[in-house]
């Protein structure tokens, strides 16, 4: 099992930047992927990036491509999603997850975090 806590949510202004962060505990971080996922409020959850246990492929939805960054820092094992230029359509919880590869990009990772609220204002 591994454990994830998400931090670094808040309020921001249109245009401005994010860094979120997910921090991991428990079995060796460095083995699973990891991707972030998004749910605003009536929708569906969405897949927004993902990254693979090197760090070395990474992966966007079209709706954050440009303008969001995903790394990982195994170390200290932690992902981060930078995200630039922020819209208020960018309003949600966003939740870090992590499995094997076939599972979160298929939606379905088995490990999640608890989430940080992200809320863009016009």
């Known amino acids: 099992q591994v454990q994830l806590v998400e931090s670094g949510g808040g309020l921001v202004q249109a245009g401005g930047s994010l860094r979120l962060s997910c921090t991991a505990s428990?079995?060796?971080?460095?083995?699973?992927?990891t991707g972030w996922f998004r749910q605003a409020p009536g929708k569906e959850r969405e897949f927004v990036a993902g990254?693979?246990?090197?760090?070395?492929?990474?992966y966007y939805a079209d709706s954050v491509k440009g303008r969001g960054t995903i790394s990982r820092d195994n170390a200290k094992n932690t992902v981060y999603l930078q995200m630039n230029s922020l819209k208020p359509e960018d309003t949600a919880i966003y939740y870090c997850?992590?499995?094997?590869?076939?599972?979160?990009?298929?939606?379905?990772?088995?490990?999640w975090g608890q989430g940080t609220q992200v809320t863009v204002s016009s």
């Open positions: 997850a992590a499995d094997d590869a076939f599972l979160v990009l298929r939606g379905t990772p088995r490990y």
């Open positions: 428990g079995r060796t971080f460095s083995r699973y992927e």
């Open positions: 990254i693979s246990r090197s760090g070395g492929s990474k």
